[in-house]
């Protein structure tokens, strides 16, 4: 999958996840970027991430990745 | 070991002294030893070594077997549950056992059953509730992946036993320290100086400010007959900043002594009195048992099965605004009640920092639209500085109540003391002579006003920065100037010697 | 190197600052008299007397120099406990070698009991950190059974001195004004508090065990060291079982061929019960005034004294003298000079 198109499918879910349609993801997005991001919110975006791209996260890439950009690496490594 | 004891200073000395004098591939042996030495210090039995030999063997043996079948996830999942199982069973023994039989004891009385279950005391070493929870997560971060297995027992016993941890924390991962712990430290004049500055400041806390205060909450607390009204409320007030001293005060010391070693430990506290909500709060506080809770408890929680498919459920039900909310409440109300639990094994603990620690988070959150909805009625602005200034003493008062519970001997207790808040009697504070008839005469006030001053401005200066390195920047006679008043501060001010008994150290009994 | 030298110089200016601050803090125990007996020179001591606060509060020292010309020192601290004679006699034998040891025998029937840490501390604290100092607290502490654990705290005792922070004043900033070489003189002692008399007797009483044997002890170590001694008992107002225990001690000391006086049954020297005292175990000024005069003759008289006053012209025993005098003046708005007339007579 191109890079472009995995973009564009996280911006659904993370406009979804915090209710903010404005939301557009960059590599270097951290959740110090987008306000309601907070370790409460992160379970909820990464399983959300999951059932878009059909994959799985390990516990310890859920507690470990630092921005968006390593989410991205990880969702290319699964599909 | 008293942290501020002549023992402990010796210890130091000797330890410090043999490693860098030792060579470099041995340092991490020699903290091995030291290790032992400490936690079995005064406490050495049968009952202690087996204790302790069980943890280690557990996390070693196991810890091997779930990297050597990493690629059966069946296999190492049922390695990594027995593991956890056999650590959390010894240390549920050897600490939790007089919770049920408490618990058993009310339940029956509220039968009127005439049956009381015996209480039992179990010898446990210091620190068991940090290594155990602490070899638990090394467990579960070798089956995530995180880190590979110590395949050399003494060295996997010195990670689990490393001394300045011992006492009072802070949680340590392995992957994060693995490094350091066994490595090859040469001796750095500029580590010492540093590492010296900040056990000196954490001497500080404990023997100038932590020890004074409790002298004063012990003398009121001790007697509620006759120390009511303001005596209490300042008691109230006055033990948080206790608590923070003695517990930020360890860990100063120890991340001193552990930083002179070349071993950086994870910080435990960021100024958390400046937090404007208890949520904030608790991001500052005791920070790395948030994130053991957070990575192994409440992530894992909120990730399984069960919470996703009561999600999608109550999504459904209430909506996705308030459904999502509902497994993340439910998530987190089990965390609290966890640490709540982890404090000791008594209903003050699950409810002084547990319950009521939920309770504040969740009215925080629930009543968070509504408060900006009647905040915008009112014309009330929150950037400014003043209504910040209500969210920082909100937030103090709040968790002062809270620590009610915490330093009550028993829920009855934090009841009468809370009972005892309401008499009125403003002259106490007033006549200017009452309220040096507990326990801390003028004297003794004054220091502690002029300290907890001292403490606010170090902490306030240390949001932007790392005090050390301000004060390292200063001219040589500032520098020295602010260190001999320090050094001279503890000698004269500090609470030690003949007339003091010391309040111990709060967190060590975890 | 430059790293070496820094840490040297921190460490070297910690000392010294830190010796200041000790010396201020040090002892603000104004119940004791001993610092006086150190600040005197070696081997210049005639006399050296030690006991309880009854020792220092009675002899005016610099009194006894101006009649007779010898200089006495003193070693004494409220409620000594008795046991502490022997360590203070080897603390004085260190630096002093005095030709008369004047022993003030009435802690003799306080039971070990009645002694406390504090007691005990008033003693050893003030001592120079020695030998003698060590085996004094050991002696001591064991005496009235404190445990062990504790015994640090009177080792290092800075433990407990560094908490005076709260009582610091000009006192210990400029020195021991109450003191006049050894001897001390506070505001309250120039009053006059009538007393009841407890008629002496001639019954004895055992002593303590504990005491008996420290008494033993301190003669024992008196006839091997060849010393010369003048026990004392003071003017007080003692009860029944304290005569019987003093009428004991007194019958031990001249069994072994040592001498003892009683002020309280001497034929010519009379106590006014109704002027003399200050409170029942002291005197006041006016009467320690009359008492030294006796003593200091007594003194002279039996035992081979020299008298200084002839070649030191500009000794600090008359600068002190002449404190005194003024001092007393302030206090008590009377002529020294006239009071030792009168009571001279």
């Known amino acids: 999958m191109e890079n472009e198109e995995i973009y564009e499918r996280l911006n659904t879910v993370f406009r979804d996840v915090f209710d903010d349609e404005s939301i557009v993801v960059k590599p270097e997005t951290t959740s110090k970027d987008i306000e309601d991001w907070d370790s409460l919110e992160h379970i909820n975006l990464v399983v959300a991430v999951e059932q878009e791209f059909g994959i799985k996260f390990n516990m310890n890439e859920v507690t470990t990745m630092k921005n968006v950009g390593e989410m991205v690496d990880i969702i290319k490594s699964r599909i | 070991m008293n942290l501020t004891s002549l023992v402990f200073l010796m210890f130091c000395i000797i330890v410090l002294g043999i490693y860098f004098i030792s060579p470099k591939k041995f340092q991490w042996f020699i903290l091995l030893i030291s290790s032992i030495i400490f936690l079995f210090w005064n406490n050495l039995s049968i009952s202690t070594i087996i204790q302790a030999l069980v943890v280690l063997l557990t996390s070693y043996v196991f810890g091997i077997l779930i990297d050597k079948y990493h690629d059966s996830t069946k296999k190492s999942k049922i390695f990594l549950i027995i593991g956890i199982l056999i650590i959390l069973g010894q240390l549920i023994c050897l600490k939790y056992t007089n919770l049920f039989s408490i618990t058993i004891n009310h339940i029956l009385k509220l039968f009127h059953i005439d049956f009381k279950l015996e209480l039992l005391h179990f010898n446990s070493l210091v620190g068991i509730s940090y290594y155990s929870l602490i070899m638990i997560s090394y467990l579960v971060d070798i089956y995530r992946g995180a880190c590979k297995s110590q395949r050399n027992i003494f060295k996997c016993a010195l990670f689990m036993s490393y001394f300045p941890i011992l006492t009072s924390g802070p949680f340590i991962r392995y992957n994060n320290i693995e490094k350091e712990l066994y490595g090859k430290h040469k001796f750095n004049y500029d580590s010492m100086c540093r590492g010296l500055v900040r056990t000196l400041w954490g001497v500080f806390k404990v023997l100038v400010i932590s020890q004074r205060i409790g002298m004063f909450v012990d003398t009121v607390y001790g007697d509620l007959a006759t120390y009511t009204g303001f005596y209490t409320i300042i008691a109230v007030l006055f033990f948080t900043l206790q608590l923070y001293s003695n517990f930020s005060g360890s860990i100063d010391i120890i991340m001193g002594i552990s930083e002179i070693m070349g071993i950086h430990l994870p910080e435990n506290f960021s100024a958390p009195f400046f937090s404007k909500t208890i949520t904030e709060f608790w991001r500052n506080w005791h920070i790395t048992l948030g994130a053991w809770l957070r990575d192994y408890i409440f992530y894992p929680l909120l990730k399984s099965n069960f919470m996703q498919k009561l999600n999608k459920k109550c999504k459904k039900i209430f909506g996705k605004k308030i459904g999502k909310k509902i497994p993340l409440y439910l998530s987190m109300l089990i965390m609290w009640i966890l640490i709540g639990i982890w404090h000791g094994g008594a209903y003050t603990y699950i409810i002084g920092s547990g319950l009521l620690q939920f309770l504040f988070i969740f009215l925080e959150d629930t009543l968070e639209p509504i408060s900006n909805k009647i905040n915008n009625k009112l014309g009330i602005r929150k950037e400014v500085f003043s209504y910040k200034l209500y969210q920082v003493i909100r937030t103090y008062l709040l968790f002062s109540f809270a620590m009610i519970f915490f330093r009550a001997s028993s829920v009855g207790n934090a009841i009468e003391i809370i009972k005892n808040m309401f008499v009125w009697n403003p002259w106490v504070l007033l006549d200017n002579k009452s309220i040096y008839t507990a326990g801390l005469d003028v004297y003794d006030f004054r220091i502690l006003i002029i300290s907890l001053i001292t403490l606010f401005v170090v902490d306030k200066l240390s949001r932007t920065g790392s005090v050390r390195e301000k004060l390292s920047k200063q001219n040589i006679i500032f520098r020295w100037g602010m260190l001999y008043i320090l050094i001279f501060a503890i000698i004269i001010f500090g609470c030690y010697g003949v007339g003091y008994n010391p309040v111990g150290f709060i967190y060590e009994n975890f | ?345």
């Open chain 3, 1 to 345: 190197m430059k790293r070496l030298i820094k840490s040297i110089v921190f460490l070297f200016v910690f000392i010294v600052l830190f010796y200041f601050i000790f010396k201020i803090l040090w002892l603000d125990d104004k119940t004791i008299s001993i610092q006086d007996f150190y600040n005197e020179p070696k081997n210049s001591l005639d006399v050296v007397y030690i006991g309880a606060s009854e020792t220092y509060n009675h002899f005016n020292t610099t009194l006894a120099y101006n009649l007779y010309g010898y200089k006495t020192g003193i070693l004494a601290a409220a409620s000594l406990p008795f046991p502490s004679v022997q360590f203070l006699i080897k603390e004085s034998e260190k630096y002093q070698s005095p030709k008369l040891y004047a022993i003030d025998l009435s802690r003799i029937t306080a039971d070990y009991t009645g002694v406390t840490a504090e007691d005990i501390r008033r003693t050893t604290d003030s001592l120079k950190f020695s030998k003698n100092r060590i085996e004094a607290i050991n002696n001591l502490l064991d005496y009235i059974d404190v445990d062990k654990s504790e015994y640090i705290n009177h080792y290092f005792s800075f433990f407990i001195y560094h908490n005076s922070w709260k009582n610091i004043d000009k006192e210990d900033f400029i020195g021991h004004s109450e003191f006049y070489k050894g001897y001390r003189m506070i505001k309250g002692t120039t009053m006059i508090h009538s007393q009841n008399e407890t008629p002496w007797n001639e019954n004895t009483i055992e002593l303590q065990e504990k005491n008996k044997q420290a008494l033993i002890n301190l003669i024992d170590y008196i006839k091997t060291n060849n010393l010369n001694v003048l026990f004392i008992v003071p003017i007080r107002c003692y009860n029944e079982t304290e005569i019987g225990k003093l009428n004991e001690s007194q019958s031990i000391i001249k069994e072994n061929g040592l001498n003892v006086i009683n002020f309280n049954t001497l034929e010519d020297y009379k106590i006014d019960y109704k002027n003399d005292l200050y409170d029942s175990h002291h005197l006041n000024t006016f009467a320690s005034t009359k008492f030294t005069i006796y003593l200091a003759k007594y003194l002279k008289e039996n035992y081979d004294l020299p008298n200084h006053k002839k070649n030191e012209i500009d000794s600090s025993w008359n600068s002190e003298y002449i404190r005194f005098k003024n001092d007393f003046k302030d206090l008590t708005n009377k002529d020294f000079d006239k009071l030792l007339e009168k009571y001279s007579s």
